[in-house]
Nanobody, 125 residues
Framework: QLQLVESGGGLVQPGGSLRLSCAAS????????IGWFRQAPGKEREAVSC????????YYLDSVKGRFTISRDNAKNTMYLQMNNLKPEDTAVYYC??????????????????WGQGAQVTVSS
């Protein structure tokens, strides 16, 4: 059974940092496309960062470039999203996702089959 379990969300002040983790079980992350997505109240889910299969390219949403970093530890079968210099507009529920094959470097959410349970990230003073 494929499963993704997230941890690391919380409340942080503007300018602070958080690291989200997403542990996979039932499959090996290293050969999968992986991504982090977020959904704010009243808005559609959007891709924050992802690594597609096509050429291993890494995508970042323009508003997070230079602040967020996606990574994975194959030995731990875990993916991460390091978020620095957080802003109030980053407040959302964050989801990790994985799929055996995603060739679209923009990683549309509809292409991902397996999802984590979501982690609330709130940036507020």
């Amino acid at each position: 059974q494929l499963q993704l379990v997230e941890s690391g969300g919380g409340l942080v002040q503007p300018g602070g940092s958080l690291r989200l983790s997403c542990a996979a079980s039932g499959f090996a992350l290293d050969s999968y496309a992986i991504g982090w997505f977020r959904q704010a109240p009243g808005k559609e889910r959007e891709a924050v960062s992802c690594i597609s299969n096509r050429d291993g390219s890494i995508y970042y949403l323009d508003s997070v470039k230079g602040r967020f970093t996606i990574s994975r530890d194959n030995a731990k079968n875990t993916m991460y999203l390091q978020m620095n210099n957080l802003k109030p507009e980053d407040t959302a529920v964050y989801y990790c996702a994985a799929d055996p094959w995603v060739a679209d470097r923009l990683c549309p959410p509809r292409l991902f089959d397996s999802w984590g349970q979501g982690a609330q990230v709130t940036v507020s003073s």
